[in-house]
């Protein structure tokens, strides 16, 4: 089993749609929880952490569920530019911040 | 204040040869990551460098590949005889501090091996 687990998708929405995503991990010792956005061939960008009582910024929400051990990830009102793939990583306690990344999700948002 | 920079983007090697990637971190990050990217894949961890150490290079190939931080200049992650398996992004990444912090990444450098 993977260490960080992801919906590969596609997700195919249109614009204006609410669409979320899953991630799910299996080291309960995991302790710091991001997401980030990659565009075709070009490299990640942070989009957010995930803080343990959620947190949002502007149209994403990211929640985490320690007990069954996933972090989720909400876009709201869908935009054409929102189309990418979005990465969830996680990284262990141990004084240093070694991501572990799931292999992604596709979103691909349409007119 | 610039990111992270690796150089070159774009890498050609023949089988044998060797290649070199080289990562400046940002302005006041110690903490230095590479990753590698195969086509249609996820990131992997392949080591990750302070100043002059390595801490943990457990997804490093053993043979061929080494990673190296100088107290000066930039890192650099070396592949030895390369093959064409070796044809992949390879992402380098910084953060100021350990636990809990995020990582910034590089633009990458694309190595094709022919």
């Known amino acids: 089993r993977k260490e960080v687990e992801q919906d590969p998708g596609p997700f195919n929405v249109p614009e204006g749609a609410t669409v979320a995503f899953n991630c799910t991990y299996s080291n309960s010792a995991s302790q710091s929880f991001f997401w980030y956005r990659q565009d075709c061939r070009k490299e990640p960008k942070l989009l957010m952490s995930v803080y343990s009582s959620g947190n949002e910024d502007g149209r994403f929400t990211a929640q985490l569920n320690r007990a069954s051990q996933y972090i989720s990830l909400l876009i709201r009102d869908s935009k054409l530019s929102d189309s990418a793939t979005y990465l969830c990583?996680?990284?262990?306690?141990?004084?240093?911040?070694?991501?572990?990344f799931g292999a992604g999700t596709r979103l691909a948002v349409h007119p | 204040n610039a990111g992270v920079m690796q150089n070159p983007r774009h890498l050609v090697r023949r089988r044998g040869q060797e290649a070199r990637l080289r990562c400046s971190p940002m302005k006041g990050h110690s903490h230095v990551y590479w990753y590698r990217q195969l086509p249609e894949e996820g990131l992997k961890f392949m080591v990750y460098?302070?100043?002059?150490?390595?801490?943990?290079e457990s997804g490093m190939p053993k043979e061929r590949f080494s990673a190296e931080f100088p107290k000066e200049g930039p890192s650099i992650l070396r592949i030895q005889q390369v093959v064409r398996g070796d044809s992949a992004a390879y992402f380098c990444?910084?953060?100021?501090?350990?636990?809990?912090?995020?990582?910034?990444f590089g633009n990458g450098t694309r190595l094709t091996v022919t």
């Open positions: 460098l302070q100043k002059e150490n390595i801490i943990d």
């Open positions: 990444a910084s953060s100021r501090r350990g636990a809990g912090s995020p990582l910034h």
């Open positions: 990583a996680v990284s262990r306690s141990g004084g240093y911040n070694k991501l572990i």
